[in-house]
């Protein structure tokens, strides 16, 4: 349990000592989250929103900190703590680590535009000389931190990378320093740079997540054959595979014409008659006798 103090009164109006047990126990804690949520003294993320207010004071006691020093520098975007961009830099430079405040070393190109950012600071436990990562612009291209960011509603967010180039470098080489040399400082909570970075990434996946399936291609349907050769197989089937017979049938049927799929279905019509009529005229007619025994034999 942190017993770091702050000063607080209870029912007895006796000064007595805060400790994050208390902010979510002691209903008085709660009384003053709601008086200070209507304050003009706090941030607009924080207006109205006593819970809110609770979670910082936690966070300042945890954390040794000032409730309003909390508030000022650490916002609330989708339910995400961030800090601001300059707190990393003023973090470190009162954290008691280092010898006086944070140095960037900053190199430009033969334009005078800051193309990378270093930042460094001397320890004060070993006098050594510590870096972060190095920032370069090739660096803030490939990872997209210089493009606009336009949000599912609409909007648009203009990146600071294009207009305040060598203050992004500062911001950003503070953060990989401190990411590096004392991560203690952020707490564990991203910076404002770092969240929209997430946030546009996060942006980016949920419309590929989202983006409508390619429609399933259509099955190929069988080649339909040609009328002509749909007539063919009709009269084939009904001589029962015999070409020449249907052959022939299929030329008096036609007579000259071009087979069409306006005419097919009568000239199908038309050939099923004369296969019927041939077999009915072969059922009929007499067998025909063999010419040396036609004559009578008296």
């Given at each position: 349990?942190?017993?770091?103090?702050?000063?607080?009164?209870?029912?007895?109006?006796?000064?007595?000592?805060?400790?994050?047990?208390?902010?979510?126990?002691?209903?008085?804690?709660?009384?003053?989250?709601?008086?200070?949520?209507?304050?003009?003294?706090?941030?607009?993320?924080?207006?109205?929103?006593?819970?809110?207010?609770?979670?910082a004071l936690s966070i300042s006691i945890t954390h040794h900190m000032d409730a309003?020093?909390?508030?000022?520098?650490?916002?609330?975007?989708?339910?995400?703590?961030?800090?601001?961009?300059?707190?990393?830099?003023?973090?470190?430079?009162?954290?008691?680590?280092?010898?006086?405040?944070?140095?960037?070393?900053?190199?430009?190109?033969?334009?005078?535009?800051?193309?990378?950012?270093?930042?460094?600071?001397?320890?004060?436990?070993?006098?050594?000389?510590?870096?972060?990562?190095?920032?370069?612009?090739?660096?803030?291209?490939?990872?997209?931190?210089?493009?606009?960011?336009?949000?599912?509603?609409?909007?648009?967010?203009?990146?600071?990378?294009?207009?305040?180039?060598?203050?992004?470098?500062?911001?950003?080489?503070?953060?990989?320093?401190?990411?590096?040399?004392?991560?203690?400082?952020?707490?564990?909570?991203?910076?404002?740079?770092?969240?929209?970075?997430?946030?546009?990434?996060?942006?980016?996946?949920?419309?590929?997540?989202?983006?409508?399936?390619?429609?399933?291609?259509?099955?190929?349907?069988?080649?339909?054959?040609?009328p002509k050769m749909r007539l063919w197989n009709a009269v084939l089937e009904q001589?029962?595979?015999?070409?020449?017979?249907?052959?022939?049938?299929?030329?008096?049927?036609?007579?000259?014409?071009?087979?069409?799929?306006?005419?097919?279905?009568?000239?199908?019509?038309?050939?099923?008659?004369?296969?019927?009529?041939?077999?009915?005229?072969?059922?009929?007619?007499?067998?025909?006798?063999?010419?040396?025994?036609?004559?009578?034999?008296?």
């Amino acid at each position: 349990m942190d017993n770091t103090a702050i000063a607080n009164y209870n029912n007895s109006v006796v000064p007595s000592t805060l400790t994050t047990y208390d902010v979510f126990t002691n209903p008085n804690v709660y009384k003053t989250c709601e008086f200070l949520a209507q304050s003009n003294f706090v941030p607009d993320s924080y207006r109205g929103k006593p819970q809110d207010v609770m979670a910082a004071l936690s966070i300042s006691i945890t954390h040794h900190m000032d409730a309003f020093t909390v508030m000022q520098n650490l916002q609330m975007v989708k339910g995400n703590a961030r800090w601001k961009s300059d707190y990393t830099i003023g973090a470190i430079n009162s954290s008691g680590l280092y010898v006086g405040n944070l140095k960037f070393e900053i190199k430009h190109n033969d334009a005078g535009e800051a193309v990378e950012c270093t930042a460094w600071a001397i320890e004060k436990a070993t006098g050594e000389k510590v870096f972060g990562s190095p920032i370069t612009w090739d660096m803030v291209v490939n990872e997209g931190w210089n493009k606009d960011s336009t949000t599912k509603s609409g909007y648009v967010q203009k990146s600071k990378w294009n207009t305040m180039r060598e203050q992004m470098f500062r911001y950003r080489a503070a953060v990989f320093f401190a990411r590096t040399n004392c991560p203690e400082v952020l707490m564990g909570y991203y910076t404002a740079d770092e969240g929209d970075d997430i946030a546009a990434n996060q942006e980016l996946q949920y419309e590929d997540k989202t983006a409508p399936a390619p429609a399933p291609a259509e099955p190929e349907q069988p080649r339909q054959p040609s009328p002509k050769m749909r007539l063919w197989n009709a009269v084939l089937e009904q001589v029962e595979g015999d070409e020449a017979k249907a052959a022939d049938i299929c030329k008096a049927v036609v007579g000259g014409q071009t087979v069409t799929e306006d005419n097919i279905g009568g000239m199908i019509i038309e050939a099923s008659k004369m296969i019927t009529e041939s077999a009915s005229k072969s059922e009929t007619e007499p067998e025909e006798v063999p010419e040396h025994l036609s004559e009578e034999p008296y």
